[in-house]
């Protein structure tokens, strides 16, 4: 069965680079089905989705964070990665990685648990 | 970019009410919509994609309908075990504002 696991720092300081990884078990991150996501949710607010990176190198950023973030995918280690540069309090949420169908509606039909990050000196 | 304006914010109903919730367009998506169920402290679970299919493993008493801009999400009977906040996703990966359902 599927499972996808976030792992990272829960706290990063104000202008830092905020790194997590995403372990894929149980299938292979090189499925040609998929593309694999990071959605962030802040407190008590709704689903912000940050980007997509299917195993091949493609990736689709969200235009509003763009110049921030970087979504990586290392296949040997069935992980991908994200990381968000000069963080600010407004970067502090439950950052969620998922998995993504690429054809129809793109749903995100795995989830992870989520990783609590808080930006704060 | 496609906009989703997701009604109502919130909602209260009892158990076996019907409960229906909307998603709306800002041009033709298709049947390119997906709904999700969250419960407090979890992460979202995939209920219904593509507008009307059912997740494998959903209770039949979640639905979908709808297609090109508007979109509906119908619980036929609530129970307890559906207190949750509920969002809309369409293809290009932007969430609905969510619903909060409440039990009255």
């Known amino acids: 069965q599927l499972q996808l696991q976030e792992s990272g720092p829960g706290l990063v300081k104000p202008s830092e680079t905020l790194s997590l990884s995403c372990t894929v078990s149980?299938?292979?991150?090189?499925?040609?089905?998929?593309?694999w996501a990071w959605i962030r949710q802040p407190p008590g607010k709704g689903l912000e989705w940050i980007g997509s990176?299917?195993?091949?190198?493609?990736?689709?950023?969200n235009p509003s964070r763009k110049s921030r973030v970087t979504i990586s995918v290392d296949t040997s280690k069935n992980q991908f990665s994200l990381k968000l540069s000069s963080v600010t309090a407004a970067d502090t949420a439950m950052y969620y990685c998922a998995r993504r169908v690429w054809f129809g509606g793109g749903a995100f039909d795995i989830w992870g648990q989520g990783t609590m990050v808080i930006v704060s000196s | 970019d496609i906009q989703m304006t997701q009604s109502p914010s919130s909602l209260s109903a009892s158990v076996g009410d019907r409960v229906t919730i909307t998603c709306q367009a800002s041009?033709?998506?298709?049947?390119?919509l997906n709904w999700y169920q969250q419960k407090p402290g979890k992460a979202p679970k995939l209920l219904i994609y593509d507008a009307s299919n059912l997740e494998t493993g959903v209770p039949s008493r979640f639905s979908g309908s709808g297609s090109g801009t508007d979109f509906t999400f119908t619980i036929s009977s609530l129970q307890p075990e559906d207190i949750a906040t509920y969002y809309c996703q369409q293809y290009d990966n932007l969430f609905g504002q969510g619903t909060r359902l409440e039990i009255k």
């Open positions: 149980g299938d292979s991150i090189s499925s040609r089905n998929y593309y």
């Open positions: 041009q033709d998506i298709s049947n390119y």
């Open positions: 990176i299917h195993h091949s190198g493609s990736i689709y950023y």
